[in-house]
Each structure stands twice: as C-alpha cells, then as structure tokens.
C-alpha cells in the first residue's frame, strides 16, 4: 500500500485527533515514517488538512504521536513474549530466560512491522529523549527491569551494572538493523534465529562475566525459537 492510498479509519465527533493518529500509524507501518504526512491523514480519514492542523500544529506534532504509538505497539511485542514463558524457581535462569524475551519480543516486531519500527526510531537513537528522561519509554523500562532483577540475584556483578541496559540494547537494536537495512536482509528464517540466539547468548554472559551451562544455552534457545 503506498503512502497516498486511503486508510478509511472513521471516527466520532470530538475525537479527529485520535483518527488522525490512527490513520497516520497505518500509513507508517505501510510506507515508515516518509509516508506520515497531516495531508495523508487527513485524507485517510476523510477530512480536510485545515481541520487537522488543528490538532497538530505540523507534520513534526503528528510524526511524533505516531513514534509513541510505535513505541506502545512495541512494548506490547516485547510484554506479549515475556506473557509467554512459564513459571521457573532459579533466579538467574528465570532473569535470563525474561531478557531473552525481551529480545525476541523486540526483533520480532522489528521483522514484523518495519515500517512502525522504523518510524518509532525515525532521525535515529538520537532523536529518543536524553538518558535522564528514557525511563518515560515502556521498552526501555522493561528492559532495566530485568537487568535489575539480575543485578538484584547476584548474576549481574554490582561493577558490570553500570549502562549495563545500554549494551544489551545496543546488541539486539544492532542486530535489527543489519536484518532490515543490513547484509542478513536476505537472511532465511532460520539464519536470523541463530543471529538472535548467538546474540542473547552473548549478552547473557557479558553481564555475568561467565560462560553459560548448557542447561541455561538449551533454554535460551528455546526462547528465541518460539513462536
């Protein structure tokens, strides 16, 4: 579907913005974030673009509360894998089974629906909000959770905490981009699981600076493999 091809979102008086922004995650997950423009919106939903500036100011107010509704659809993706693990007494292999989930909750939305993800990062990680103000992002908050909780079990020694969240997020985000804009964009299905097991694997050692049993390796790659 391409940018300027309808999206039909009907709304009720007194709720335009939220139709526009309906309409304006759609043209997203079709076309990513080029394709979010108050013109299409308002097209999509059927009005003119003099009635829907007035509920964003411009392109950029619109683009925005699409990129949080991106975020939203992702936080889902990754709360959705995390629903999906059953219940487990150790500690540490209960806080790396939920970070591996977390990582395939994340790479599965990426691969699913590049075009919202894309929009959720438009203008790069540096358009997300300063380090003081990420907690604000669901993703994010799920994500120094569960590098908490390992901290908490003793996995994560306390000298490894540090920007620990960062390097764990910096793995799985990179190895997104090399699916999406990258070498492993042709890569088959079963190719881009061992990317993503190989890399859960890797961080799940980083953090504890020890090599994983091959009870803990087993259950991590059942994680990423499920679907």
């Not at 395939?104 to 997300?128: D, Q």
């Not at 190895?175 to 088959?188: E, R």
């Amino acid at each position: 579907m391409s940018s300027s091809a309808p999206v039909r979102t009907g709304y009720h008086h007194g709720d335009l913005r939220n139709a526009l922004v309906r309409a304006a995650a759609e043209l997203a997950r079709a076309g990513g974030p080029a394709a979010v423009t108050i013109r299409a919106a308002a097209r999509a939903v059927g009005v003119t673009p003099t009635a829907a500036y007035r509920h964003f100011a411009g392109h950029e107010a619109l683009l925005a509360a699409v990129k949080e509704r991106a975020l939203e659809e992702l936080a889902r993706s990754m709360t959705a894998a995390l629903d999906s693990l059953g219940p487990l007494d150790d500690p540490v292999e209960r806080g790396l089974s939920r970070l591996a989930a977390l990582g395939r909750g994340y790479f599965t939305f990426a691969l699913a629906e590049p075009g919202l993800f894309r929009t959720a990062f438009t203008g790069g990680l540096s358009a997300l909000p300063p380090l003081p103000d990420l907690d604000a992002a669901a993703p994010f908050r799920k994500l120094v959770a569960e590098i908490d909780n390992l901290a908490e079990v003793g996995y994560l020694p306390e000298r490894r905490r540090p920007m620990a969240e960062m390097s764990a997020w910096a793995a799985v985000h990179g190895l997104v981009m090399l699916h999406l804009d990258g070498p492993l964009a042709a890569a088959p299905p079963a190719d881009r699981e061992l990317a993503l097991e190989r890399t859960m694997e890797v961080i799940g050692e980083g953090l504890g600076g020890t090599v994983l049993s091959e009870r803990l390796r087993d259950r991590i790659r059942a994680i990423v493999r499920a679907h």
